[in-house]
């Protein structure tokens, strides 16, 4: 059970995926702090990080969509909020119940497969469209 960022995630767009990297960077950095048995505030901390992470990261390119003009600006918007809305679940029930490894890997699992479909479909949709629009001009 890896989640890493490899070269086959890349969009084109250098701003995307250093911060898809960084994303990937910080799921594996919460999974490893629990794995090895981390303080408690070690974990609270690295998790705390990936959900700012991701708000930084989803208005970025939320505004990059707006500034090309994404037609599928609104319901890729509308993924980014259903995820904030369940990483902010996972971060609230880490910090009030024991962890447990079954909990790390539901963690672990929900956001790296979320992060991979995501890059895969949206993001590369989006970067496309960005790229062909700016190639035209």
């Given amino acids: 059970m890896s989640f890493a960022w490899s070269p086959d995630l890349a969009t084109g767009n250098a701003v995307i995926d250093h911060q898809h990297q960084q994303l990937f960077a910080a799921a594996s950095a ?28 989803f208005a970025e390119e939320e505004a990059l969509q707006q500034e090309h003009d994404y037609p599928h600006c609104l319901a890729h918007k509308q993924l980014h909020d259903e995820f904030k ?20 890997s539901e963690v672990y699992i929900t956001i790296g497969e979320w992060l991979l479909n995501h890059i895969r479909g949206e993001d590369f949709r989006m970067v496309e469209y960005i790229q062909s629009k700016t190639q035209t001009i």
């Fill in 85 to 104: 809305r369940t990483v902010q679940a996972l971060a609230l029930k880490m910090f009030q119940e024991t962890l447990t490894d079954d909990f790390i």
């Fill in 30 to 57: 919460l999974y490893d702090a629990c794995q090895i048995g981390q303080e408690r505030q070690e974990v609270e901390r690295t998790m705390e990080f990936l959900v700012k992470y991701t708000l930084k990261h």
